[in-house]
């Protein structure tokens, strides 16, 4: 049979998952010449039309893929199977172990699935790793932690955070499980020590015994008591020492999954933090990442593509190229929405022709339903910057997410709720979603007292006024507080006066209709968001359609 340009004979390629993070892997494998049949659950998803094949099989299908794989290996040239982000790695090695293609043991590839089963290895193994317990349900009165709280309770079969949470009581425990449990597709829930400390992803390929690192990044982790990756920094600011003892850990708990043998080809992620007591391993993946990192940010910050190496090692070949062509930093950082509904979405052109900005992925559209992230696949988008220095990276990113501007439609009950209009009060302290803005005690005294103007369902602005003007808040304004996004008060004020065209200029003495408590409590609570929603709450859009600033 003649080769085809890139020198493979087996040259059709399976791949699992046409989303966004298997973009590259549909890309790259179409550049070295190879056939792609990529298989999703979803006939519209992102990447289907682009591959040579589409066929629309459940991924959780895995003897409905091995039918598929088994038809095209007598049709000849199928050269290996892969995914990359997705939860299917043991569907990859359940295909190649029936069918003699490439990759891992199943059993290996349940291993790095199953978190019960991963604990296990890792604690026969003696790998750091967290003291865990295994629920099917609420537990009864008598149930007591086998280590001390703080605890995480997550699902033992599911990415992206979902149904992840910290407990700091048995109380939370009995609200957290449920939430886990909705999450498993096996009905387990996983209780685990919580480890304070730094947090770090790792890519790495596997082939013939060997583990090869393709990128250590730190992960930026928010918004508790769930755990909010709100992006990565490409390489990880890590000293050498400290980067050696993590990565030491991370290929001893890649061995004891069994995801190293001499016969295996294939590719492992890892979190990790680093404690007051040394490494510990939160988990371990047998795929590249799902967060930007092997697509994306190790690309940019190294010049080796490592989804070409899981290519490669995916049809058995030993990847090349894996030495870094350069040291840049890649900065990736996501931005998100109050609860609400998408009316309109602003500054993206501006955002992503900024300077080193390299990507920008949009998760939602006008007329998306949005909700404050509880898990990580709840975000409103991703920006990723690259540049030769690590500080230029990280600022042309966190500017290029504020820049991004997202108005939502009013009236709505979900985001009157989280604003608590219509009563006007203060900001709720504490508790999850948080406020925009973190108010010291005294400055919410001050909030409390301020006027508050009793604004009619379509208040009357007098011909020839500007708009409402608004009660100033001058101790907030010049608090130099910032939401958590990074913007300012006055960044904040700007881009609602942008959004709804009304000056709200400050005026001590305002003659009505003017804004007062309720509209700083607005923005204090849900950003430009929650204050430029307030505005179209009680002025209608075609009021604002004939007021110019």
């Known amino acids: 049979m003649e080769e085809d340009r890139a020198g493979f004979r087996q040259n059709r390629l399976i791949i699992l998952g046409a989303g966004v993070m298997q973009g590259p892997a549909i890309i790259l494998a179409k550049e070295m010449g190879l056939e792609t049949v990529v298989v999703d659950g979803d006939p519209g998803a ?62 290996a590839a349940l291993n790095a699935s199953d978190k019960e089963r991963m604990r296990r290895c890792f604690h026969a193994a003696g790998i750091p790793a967290p003291q865990f317990v295994v ?254 220095g690590r500080e230029t990276a990280v600022n042309a990113a966190d500017s290029a997410v504020r820049a991004i501007r997202i108005r939502l439609e009013a009236p709505d009950a979900e985001t009157d709720a989280f604003l608590g209009i219509p009563a006007g009060a203060s900001p709720a302290e504490g508790g999850f979603p948080p406020d925009a803005f973190s108010l010291t005690p005294a400055l919410a005294a001050l909030l409390a007292d301020l006027p508050e103007p009793a604004l009619p369902p379509v208040p009357v602005v007098p011909a020839g006024r500007p708009g409402p003007s608004l009660i100033p808040f001058p101790a907030f304004a010049e608090s130099g507080l910032r939401d958590y996004q990074g913007r300012t008060v006055e960044e904040s004020l700007a881009m609602v006066r942008e959004l709804t065209g009304f000056p709200l200029m400050p005026d001590a003495k305002p003659q009505s209709p003017f804004l007062g408590r309720g509209f700083w409590a607005a923005l204090i609570r849900g950003g430009y968001q929650g204050a430029a929603y307030y505005v179209d709450r009680y002025f209608p859009a075609e009021f604002q359609k004939d007021v110019r600033i």
């Open 135 to 388: 629920l099917r349900d609420l537990p009864g009165r008598d149930f007591s932690l086998p280590f001390s709280y703080p605890a995480v309770v997550k699902p033992v079969d599911n990415m992206g955070g979902r149904g992840c949470r910290r407990v700091d009581s048995p109380e939370d425990l009995e609200a957290a499980v449920p939430g886990a449990l909705k999450f498993s597709r096996s009905g387990r829930v996983i209780l685990e020590e919580y480890l304070d400390g730094p947090e770090f992803s790792v890519d790495a390929l596997v082939y013939r015994g060997k583990i090869v690192i393709c990128g250590l990044a730190d992960r930026h982790i928010f918004f508790p008591p769930y755990f909010i990756e709100m992006g990565h920094t490409m390489p990880a600011a890590l000293d050498p020492g400290s980067a050696d003892i993590l990565l030491a850990a991370f290929k001893d708990g890649v061995r004891a999954l069994g995801l190293a043998g001499k016969d295996c080809f294939g590719a492992a992620k890892g979190d990790l933090k680093l404690t007051s007591r040394g490494p510990r391993i939160g988990e371990i993946a047998a795929r590249l990442s799902g967060g930007y990192m092997s697509g994306w940010t190790y690309p940019y910050a190294s010049g080796v593509e490592v989804t070409r190496g899981a290519i490669m090692a995916a049809l058995g070949r030993v990847p090349r190229n894996l030495t870094p062509a350069r040291s840049w930093t890649s900065a990736e950082r996501a931005f998100i929405s109050i609860p609400g509904r998408v009316r309109s979405l602003c500054g993206l052109e501006e955002a992503g022709a900024a300077p080193h900005v390299k990507d920008l992925f949009l998760r939602v559209q006008p007329g998306s339903r949005v909700m404050f992230p509880e898990n990580n696949v709840a975000k409103c988008g991703n920006v990723i910057t690259a540049a030769a």
């Open 46 to 107: 992102l990447w289907a039309s682009r591959a040579d094949r589409f066929e629309h099989i459940d991924l959780k299908d895995k003897e409905g893929i091995e039918d598929l794989a088994v038809s095209l290996q007598k049709e000849g040239r199928l050269g290996g199977i892969m995914t990359a982000g997705t939860d299917f790695s043991a569907t990859v090695a359940w295909v190649a172990g029936r069918l003699g293609l490439p990759g891992i043991p199943y059993e």
